[in-house]
């Protein structure tokens, strides 16, 4: 089994910043990819950024740019750098690996509102 538990969320105005950390615990997940899911209300979660266990990336283009995804193999942690934020960026986050099953965190979510 995995658990997954994402912090770092809460309200920033338009432009702000904002750092999201996953932390698995369970098992060792150096070996998986790891991803960021999000979802606004109303929408489907969809997937934002993802990295592999040899730290190769990749990132929607609503993201791109903007975030940066990086994780630490030693912890069995993951986080998302959030910069530049948008109203468009308000969603609840989600920490998402797959080992033979998908594993979800709780989200956390992200207000970027004036």
């Known amino acids: 089994q995995v658990q997954l538990v994402e912090s770092g969320g809460g309200t920033v105005q338009p432009g702000g910043s904002l750092r999201l950390s996953c932390a698995a615990s369970g098992s060792d997940v150096s070996s998986s990819a790891m991803d960021w899911y999000r979802q606004a209300p109303g929408k489907p979660r969809d997937l934002i950024a993802s990295?592999?266990?040899?730290?190769?990336?990749v990132y929607a283009d609503s993201v791109k740019g903007r975030f940066i995804i990086s994780r630490d193999n030693a912890k069995n942690t993951m986080s998302l750098q959030m910069n530049r934020l948008k109203p468009d960026d308000t969603a609840v986050y989600y920490c998402?690996?797959?080992?033979?099953?998908?594993?979800w965190g709780q989200g956390t979510q992200v207000t970027v509102s004036s």
């Open positions: 998402h690996i797959f080992r033979g099953v998908h594993w």
């Open positions: 990295i592999t266990s040899t730290l190769r990336f």
